[in-house]
């Protein structure tokens, strides 16, 4: 690389938890950054997610552990219930023996406070400038540069682009131009003040009730004073990928049959907004010559793994990684990092696809759920979560 091209900046495309996560691993490998987000502010829509022991590790190789630990509410387990009857079809520890076994707890937080907590990492390293209302359109590349137009039609060149620019992501569609998979399936999400919310569902936990083609999910929030909801169901028409207000009606007409215990979530909220969500099929190709993707853009999934945004933490440091083990060298550290992380995400894809269908069990299928782990213990619920959660950042990186 020339000595000027060195001196460029690393363009990240999207201020999200990714690009933000992205631009915190690269300064730590000593790049300036520029991050481009089409909204007219860095900041984030959403409520609450959920944050595996991988996501701490990732958080504590980010530099921001200590500020993602204190917004977090930490679970004392998580649990499955039937919403026809009420049936415990499981239930997780997530206390103590987790905790040893993982080396970072289980937590649930709210999407805005994971954000704010790698905005305030990104702002107090003086390394990355925030460009607002700008949305990257066109990439363009050269021997050791990359040029993007945004949509002024203003060019900014670095040294390398990563394209944290979501699900529907400008980068993937130049380079890839893949359609998305519409799943029919329509998430509702809302958050409630604990006083509004049913003493009886008051739980410590990361908690599910599972039915027929639908569930629902809550968890507390910020410190225990709110409560994430979020209703999940099968559309009846055509759906087309993307956010919109939802209506009390329509989600109340898809739950007529659970039991009244679960059916009081759906009963509360005054406001929702409705996803209808969508994924890409997995993709073996992230890198584009100096380009790469990250994120969404990457590897688009749906909500039944919880680990969105814990897979993008995971893409962000293991970028970093193989930049620093490839002593900064771009041809060498993309490829490392495509090949440390293809077929993670695209597990991940597959096994939301997958836990979709056990979730949305009807019938004999909604029995055979029911047993699946009838009598197992904490022990061997860990075990058949440790390719997952013992992810951390000594062995992110794919061996040859």
Known sequence: MTEQAIDLPVLVAGGGIGGLA???????????????EQAAEIGEIGAGIQLGPNAF?????????????????????????????????????????????????YAVIHRVDVHL?????????????????????RVEQSEGSVTVYDQNGKAWTGQALIGADGGKSVVRKQYVNDPPRITGHVVYRSV???????????????????????????????????????VTF?????????VTEGSKEEVQSYFTDICPKARQLIDLPKSWKRWATADREPIGTWVFGRATILGDAAHPTTQYMA??????????????????????????????????????????????????????????????????????????????????????????????
């Open 22 to 36: 992205a631009a915190l691993a690269l300064v730590r490998q000593g790049f300036k950054v520029q991050v481009f």
């Open 57 to 105: 590790h990732a958080f504590d190789a980010l530099g921001v552990g200590d500020k993602a630990r204190a917004r977090a509410v930490y679970t004392d387990y998580m649990v499955m219930h039937d919403a026809i009857d009420e049936y415990q079809v499981g239930k997780i520890p997530t206390g103590e023996a987790f905790l040893k076994r993982f080396g970072n707890p």
């Open 117 to 137: 907590s790698l905005l305030e990492g990104a702002q107090e390293t003086g390394k990355v400038e925030f460009h607002t209302s700008t949305r990257i359109e």
């Open 192 to 230: 409630i003040d604990k006083k509004d919310f049913p003493e009886n569902l008051q739980w410590n936990a990361a908690s599910i009730w599972v039915g027929p083609k639908c569930h629902l999910v809550h968890y507390p929030l910020r410190g225990g004073e709110q409560y994430n909801v979020v």
């Open 234 to 242: 099968h559309s009846r028409q055509q759906e087309e990928w993307g």
């Open 307 to 400: 680990q969105g945004a814990c897979m993008a933490l995971e893409d962000a440091v293991t970028l970093g990684e193989a930049l620093r083990v490839n002593g900064n060298d771009w041809t060498k550290a993309l490829a490392l990092y495509q090949r440390s992380r293809v077929a993670r995400t695209a597990r991940i894809v597959l096994s939301g696809r997958e836990m979709g269908r056990l979730y949305h069990a009807a019938g004999v299928e909604r029995l055979v759920r029911n047993s699946l782990w009838k009598g197992r213990t904490p022990e061997r619920f860990y075990d058949a979560m440790e390719w997952l959660y013992g992810w951390n950042v000594g062995n992110c990186l794919a061996s040859d």
